[in-house]
Each structure stands twice: as structure tokens, then as C-alpha cells.
């Protein structure tokens, strides 16, 4: 039984007392089964984490900056076949680009320090916008938030149309950047989004928006305000 378990490891218990049995051996399952738990052979059942109930806020657009952050991640590949992840962050009131974060991983503790830096720069939002993902599930992003009042807004599972408005921009960023070119290197695809973000946000209209580039829209939406972005 040993031996079975050791050449098909993914072979639960029902598999494995057919083939003893296809092979001439005749014992009673019941006897099978208490040899095979006392051996600790039992196939590990992945069961699916379960999440509790969301309940996510209307998705509308803020009055002002930094009342909501939309979070995501994205994924590519190099030329060489290397694979990538992006965090995309925008705000949702005139939906600029805060911040793409690239590479080959981007684990919790790194989106806390992209987030860290981007409010030392604008402020901690009062609500950021995310899906179920692991890396926003995990406890040291809920005590971060925590500490810095920062609420965390989760969508319901399989409901992304809830986080549009950074759906919307993923899309965007696809079409544009990441199936435009061809990358051999982290740098380049850095410095190709760096440049297409400054366009972004400055230059390219923005049909929800009346037209006018995220930047434009800030400034005459609130004119006593300074924004760089």
C-alpha cells in the first residue's frame, strides 16, 4: 500500500483498495481503510477558504481625492517568458494613475510599502476598493489599515464589475502598454509605463471625465487645490 501511495500520490484511498484488488489482493475494505489511516496515507483535502460576508459600498464616484483607492493586479510575460505582476492603483474620483508597481512578485508586505509612499505624497485614503485576492486578505494588510484608518472595501466574490472603475482602467493599461510592446527586461517595462502614465494623467481625455485628462479634471473640479500626480 505503501509503495501505491508513493508511485500516485494523488490517489485517495477509493483508488487504492481497487487497485489491491485488481492486483489479487483480497481483504475486507473496512480492515484496508484502518491500515491505511493508522499509516497516515489520507489524501489531503484542499478545502476552499471560506470568506465572510461582503457587503461592498454603492460603487460611485468621490467628491474629492483620496475618499476611495481602487486596487488591482495584473500579470504578463517577458520576451524570455519570465512572468510579471502589476499593482494598478487609481483614484476613483479622477481615476489617475497613482502608481503601477512592477514585478516578477508582489507580496503583501510590498503593497504596504507602495501604499506607505503613495500617502506620503497624498494622504491616506479614507477606503480602498479590492477583490478577494490573497495578498488583500492577508492580517498584516487589515492591521495596516488599522493603524492608519483606512477602511477596506472587498467586492464580492466573482463580481468584479464592482471594482469598475479599476476593471476599466486595467483594460486600458492592456491595450495600450502591455499588448503593444514587446519587453526584454523589468526596466523597459518600468520605463515604458512610467512614460504612458505621465501621458495618462496629463495628456490622454478620458471619456467619464467630460474629456479632460485626469490632472485637467482635478484642478477645475477643486481650483483651490494643488495636484501632482
Not at 494523488?10 to 480492515?31: A, D, M, P, Q, S
Amino acid at each position: 500500500m505503501r509503495q501505491v501511495v508513493n508511485r500516485h500520490p494523488r490517489w485517495g484511498f477509493g483508488k487504492v483498495y481497487g487497485w489491491l484488488r485488481n492486483h489479487g489482493h483480497r481483504i475486507n475494505h473496512k480492515r484496508v481503510y484502518r491500515v491505511y489511516c493508522a499509516m497516515k496515507l489520507n489524501l489531503r483535502v484542499r478545502r476552499r477558504k471560506r470568506l465572510p460576508k461582503r457587503s461592498p459600498q454603492r460603487l460611485t464616484v468621490p467628491l474629492r481625492a483620496n475618499a476611495c483607492w481602487s486596487l488591482d493586479f495584473m500579470h504578463d510575460t517577458l520576451v524570455s517568458g519570465q512572468r510579471f505582476r502589476t499593482l494598478n492603483i487609481i483614484d476613483d474620483f479622477n481615476r489617475a494613475v497613482l502608481a503601477i508597481e512592477i514585478d516578477t512578485s508582489l507580496p503583501t508586505l510590498r503593497l504596504m510599502r507602495v501604499l506607505d509612499r503613495l500617502a506620503a505624497w497624498h494622504g491616506y485614503p479614507l477606503r480602498i476598493r479590492v477583490d478577494n485576492g490573497p495578498e488583500f486578505l492577508s492580517g498584516l494588510l487589515t492591521d495596516w489599515a488599522q493603524r492608519h484608518g483606512v477602511e477596506i472595501d472587498y467586492i464580492e466574490p466573482g463580481k468584479p464589475a464592482q471594482n469598475a472603475f479599476i476593471e476599466r482602467f486595467n483594460r486600458t493599461y492592456r491595450e495600450e502598454v502591455l499588448d503593444m510592446h514587446l519587453f526584454r527586461s523589468l526596466k523597459e517595462v518600468r520605463q515604458l509605463t512610467d512614460e504612458w502614465i505621465a501621458r495618462y494623467n496629463h495628456d490622454r481625455p478620458h471619456d467619464a471625465l467630460g474629456g479632460l485628462p485626469p490632472a485637467q479634471y482635478a484642478a477645475s473640479a477643486t481650483p483651490d487645490s494643488t495636484f501632482d500626480w
